[in-house]
């Protein structure tokens, strides 16, 4: 079956503490994206990439730090978590024929 | 960058009626304009879409148009259900810088029985 995963599904954390959040996709698309999910503020990008080893800045970059090593995963990383960060969080990837996948979403709370 | 622009931001109707969200957006080289369905707690989800070579599409009960000219395009939703409720995200891509799809802020549809 076709999908993007992500875990974990829910995290609390503490100020300071890294985290990592997985995302991985089963259907060889090249790209692939974080965005985070605000009330009021729809979806707004964190970070892409293009293929593996190409990454850049989506709208909302800061404090957050990705890599792509393979194709098939893209990891989200807060070095530094901030309660600002506490957000719903969704990995995406697609291809060629536009249409973008999401994962099923990372609800982070930072205290 | 591309800004898109949606309303209204919630919209109420009651079953059997029909439901119109509309977004705007800036970058006239955008070519790509898919329609997103979240519904409480999960995924967004594609539900239509369209290419900017292309004026109008539908799907049963759900039809996109787009008007390059004025740079806006419009979900419709006829004889709504109650599981259409839901937020719905437009999104415009211009495909010649990448792959980056940018939101609207989202509208929250509820359909009343």
């Known amino acids: 079956e076709a999908q993007v995963t992500q875990n974990p599904r829910y995290l609390i954390t503490v100020t300071g503490k890294k985290l990592t959040v997985t995302c991985s996709q089963n259907m060889n698309h090249e790209y692939m994206s974080w965005y985070r999910q605000d009330p009021g503020l729809g979806l707004r990008q964190i970070y892409y990439?293009?293929?593996?080893?190409?990454?850049d800045k989506g709208d909302v970059p800061e404090g957050y730090k990705v890599s792509r090593k393979e194709k098939r995963n893209f990891p989200l990383i807060l070095e530094s978590p901030s309660p600002n960060q506490t957000s719903l969080y969704f990995c995406?990837?697609?291809?060629?024929?536009?249409?973008?996948?999401f994962g099923p979403g990372t609800r982070l709370t930072v205290t | 960058g591309e800004n898109v622009e949606q309303h209204p931001s919630t919209l109420s109707v009651q079953e059997g009626d029909s439901a119109v969200i509309k977004c705007t957006y800036s970058?006239?080289?955008?070519?790509?304009f898919p329609w997103y369905k979240q519904e409480l707690g999960k995924r967004p989800q594609l539900i239509i879409d369209?290419?900017?070579?292309?004026g109008e599409k539908k799907d049963q009960r759900i039809a996109v148009t787009l008007n390059k000219t004025a740079k806006h395009f419009s979900l419709h939703i006829t004889e709504t259900q109650p599981e259409d409720s839901a937020v719905y995200f437009c999104a415009a891509r211009n495909s010649n810088s990448g792959y980056a799809l940018n939101f609207g802020k989202g509208t929250s549809l509820l359909v009343t029985p």
């Open positions: 369209i290419r900017s070579n292309v």
């Open positions: 990439s293009m293929n593996v080893e190409v990454t």
């Open positions: 995406a990837s697609s291809s060629f024929s536009y249409e973008q996948y």
């Open positions: 970058d006239s080289a955008s070519n790509y």
